[in-house]
């Protein structure tokens, strides 16, 4: 029973990190520290994303 | 063929262990016990918890065998070679995603309001024929087709059906199934858009909640957008509490007199909802389309886990036969037509839907990390939908089945009121009174519960009782409206999204002729491709609203046989490509799918165009309303002569889509039969399959990580030295 609760807090927030993109943000940030490059602000880097996306549609089905 | 296994070194045959092979015969005894008791259990109360573990259980054993072999036999998924996503990455459409995120991705595009609403429907038969059709139709079928089309599209760089056909079938096929996709699409979105006219028609409290999804919507839009970009989870809370206020504050609409501006004709909805289409089209995505499709993912996984939950908890008891006489003699009311083919017909997501293809070519196989990754998701994604939609089945057979024929039937047959729609029910054989007719619409809150058609208010009557059962507390007017809501919102953003992608397909393919056109940023062509789309689902949208015969029983037949002939054309389409990958051992994986698919869509659509009972065939209804309307005769429930001249030109047009639907099909399917044919004379031949890159990246592909394979995908990790990836 001990080892179930941080399992599902550990699953949790890792849910958390995914939805947020919080790991695509700060494999960016490593990217850009590789290459050197400013990374620019989180805002711009969701914008950016979600502009880039717009051009593609993503169907939803009934 | 099998010999070659060899190159694939972790398929090696290991003996199973004693735990897995109790554990699996447990499973089996649990799934053949269930089908007995339903198999067997005629005239007396059985407890839905038997339609339910008998499908838990088939569906385990469908995984874990028939799945696995499709995997690794039949398509030999590799794990060595690159997938788009790892070659192409991008960070836009090709991106490497985590399988759990992915799958939920997945199920989030291919789930909606399907799955909900045909076992409504077609309950009417009974609750065995749909449920036998959705375990074994999805097993052998539509978990089958969703696989199989994300696999191969994965294997081709994330390419679209239409584009799969065109190139690897030819250019008549390509055309066909072209024209096919796009006037299939139009027909479901107006479906979906009737249903959720149907369930709001007359209901303040479900037009106040619905209406004030949009402003919640934009706010989440801004939020994401300039206030803290990225924290979907923040947003999406907070909209999710918004959205239970917007739901408890419709109750309270009649005391802030509002309930007379917020209850709305059918007329008027179609108006509002054409409008709604059309803006939320040429708006930017962040505003409006993103955050509600974040709503919509989050309360679909959130609401069918409760529902599950409730349904253990509450352990209902089905209220209908297992199968009724309708089935038998197809003179159901809420739809026309026997048990074959039309059951179906009526369900197809949940069991077998053609839509899934265009989501497993395209968007998902572009995000797959590794190729065994696509039994997961695709095949898995689709048992978790075809759950979905057991679950309905069940909330809409525990419902009394008075009530259920009352809400169902057109309002031409149940005159509208309470006391006609209770002497026709009681005329079917059932019991109901205007009295327990009129207490079950206070019940939840709503004015009138008769001729709600659409399965929306069925659905949500059936869940609000489990939930009610489940929980207590007096809130069945709550649970109601929220289910209504949860349908809205799934189905809104369905219409949101396929008007876009309608858009976007006729703006490509215009394009073609003129190049301007197919310049997706050019905002006139945007306006005027969006114009036609919704223009085109916001006519039969207003024909559907306005039949006099209903347009939940004139249109859902054609909705479920669009659906189920696009899914001919993608297994036609992978039963081709296995032949042409020299597979022809292994091609009745998905033949045999696609001839029943053929022989039920066929019937149907000949039923449909050719029978001579108007109440099933297009044409013969056209004729008998015709001919009365020659003669200057009214024939029920048509009530002047404009009323009898709109079933005339309805029934026409229909049965000519119908017509044109099964010619495309029968085109595609021709156009195949003679690349099969060439195929098997010359042993295989070339497709567009890309060449195999190594990959370099190590991912499980299940969900669950045994330690063993933990240790083996270590020790690869080693070998080729790299990138671990999102795995924790």
């Known amino acids: 029973m001990r080892g179930v609760l941080p399992a599902v807090w550990s699953g949790l927030r890792w849910a958390h990190r995914q939805v947020d993109g919080q790991d695509r943000w700060e494999a960016h940030l490593r990217r850009c520290a590789e290459h050197g490059h400013p990374p620019g602000s989180r805002a711009d880097f969701e914008r950016r994303r979600a502009d880039a996306k717009a051009a593609v549609p993503g169907g939803r089905c009934c | 063929m099998s010999r070659l296994q060899s190159d694939a070194p972790e398929v090696t045959r290991r003996r199973p262990s004693p735990r897995s092979v109790v554990v699996w015969t447990a499973v089996a005894v649990v799934g053949a016990l269930c089908w007995t008791v339903l198999a067997l259990s005629r005239g007396e109360s059985v407890n839905a918890l038997w339609v339910l573990f008998a499908a838990l259980a088939s569906y385990a054993i469908a995984y874990r065998f028939y799945s696995r072999f499709i995997t690794y036999r039949v398509l030999r998924a590799d794990d060595r070679r690159a997938t788009p996503a ?17 799958f939920g991705h997945h199920f989030a595009a291919i789930a909606g309001a399907g799955p909900l609403v045909g076992p409504v429907l077609a309950a009417q038969m009974g609750y065995l024929p749909g449920t ?89 839009g801004v939020y994401l957008r300039f206030l803290r970009p990225g924290r979907v989870l923040e947003a999406t809370a907070l909209g999710v509490v918004l ?4 739901i408890v504050g419709g109750g309270y609409v009649e005391s802030w007199g509002l309930a007379e501006s917020l209850t ?18 040429v708006l930017p995505v962040w505003l409006l389309l993103t955050p509600r499709d974040y709503l ?27 199968v009724t006489s309708f089935a038998r003699e197809g003179n159901g009311p809420v739809f026309a037509g026997s048990l074959f083919p039309f059951v179906f017909i009526t369900i197809a997501c949940g069991a077998l839907s053609g839509f899934h293809a265009l989501i497993s070519s395209g968007t998902t196989p572009k995000m797959v990390a590794k190729e065994r990754q696509v039994r997961l998701i695709g095949y898995g994604g689709m048992l978790m939908e075809s759950f979905v939609a057991i679950s309905a089945l069940i909330a809409a057979s525990v419902i009394d089945q008075g009530l259920y024929f009352a809400v169902n039937s057109p309002a031409g047959a149940t005159g509208g009121t309470v006391e006609t729609a209770a002497s026709f029910v009681s005329g079917l054989g059932f019991t109901a009174t205007p009295e327990t007719l009129a207490a079950a619409a206070q019940a939840v809150g709503e004015e009138s519960v008769v001729s709600r058609t659409g399965g929306a208010p069925a659905l949500a009557l059936g869940i609000s009782q489990v939930f009610h059962e489940a929980f207590g507390g007096g809130l069945q007017a709550f649970w109601y409206h929220f289910a209504i809501m949860f349908e809205a919102l799934f189905i809104l953003t369905a219409v949101d999204a396929g008007t876009r992608v309608g858009r976007f397909m006729l703006q490509d393919t215009l394009g073609n002729v003129w190049g301007k056109f197919g310049d997706l940023s050019w905002r006139p062509g945007n306006l005027i491709a969006s114009a036609v789309v919704v223009g085109a689902w916001g006519y039969f949208l207003y024909t559907g609203v306005t039949d006099p015969l209903g347009g939940i029983n004139q249109l859902f037949p054609l909705f479920g046989i669009a659906n189920q002939l696009l899914a001919a054309i993608a297994l036609t389409l992978v039963t081709t490509l296995l032949v042409k990958h020299g597979r ?23 039923q449909k165009v050719f029978s001579d009972n108007p109440a099933i065939g297009y044409f013969a209804q056209r004729a008998r309303y015709a001919d009365a309307l020659a003669t200057g005769e009214l024939l029920a429930p048509a009530r002047d002569a404009a009323q009898m001249q709109q079933v005339v030109t309805n029934s026409t047009v229909n049965g000519v889509l119908q017509s044109v639907f099964a010619l495309l099909v029968i085109v595609v399917a021709a156009n195949a039969a003679v690349v099969v044919a060439r195929a098997l004379r010359a042993g295989q031949l070339p497709t567009t399959e890309e060449p195999a890159v190594p990959s370099a990246l ?31």
């Open chain 2, 698 to 728: 190590v991912e499980p592909a299940g969900i669950v990580v045994t330690a063993r394979e933990r240790a083996e995908l270590d020790a690869l990790r080693a070998e080729i030295g790299v990138r671990t990836g999102a795995d924790r």
């Open chain 2, 296 to 322: 919509s993912t989050f309360m679909k996984i959130g609401v069918i886990a409760l529902l599950a939950v409730s349904l253990v908890v509450a352990r209902p008891v089905l209220a209908n036969e297992a």
């Open chain 2, 584 to 606: 022809v051992r292994y091609a009745w994986v998905t033949a045999v799918p696609l001839v029943w698919d053929l022989v039920t869509t066929m019937t149907a659509s000949y």
């Open chain 2, 132 to 220: 036998i059709w959705i375990v074994v139709g999805v097993i052998f079928a539509g978990a089958v087709q969703d696989l199989t089309v994300l696999f191969f599209s994965m294997r081709r760089g994330g390419k679209s059906l239409g584009q799969m056909v065109r190139e690897e079938i030819g250019l008549v096929g390509g055309i066909a199934a072209l024209v096919a996709v796009f006037a299939i699409m139009i027909i479901i979105l107006a479906v979906l858009a009737l249903i959720v006219v149907n369930a709001l028609a007359e209901s303040p409290w479900g037009v106040f909640s619905i209406a004030l999804t949009i402003p919640i919507a934009l706010f989440m």
């Open chain 2, 86 to 102: 790892e070659r192409y990455e991008n960070g836009v459409d090709f991106e490497v995603t985590d399988r759990r995120v992915l």
């Open chain 2, 243 to 246: 959205l239970l206020l917007a």
């Open chain 2, 264 to 281: 709305l004709s059918p007329e008027t909805l179609v108006v509002a909802l054409v409008v709604y289409g059309f803006v939320a089209s």
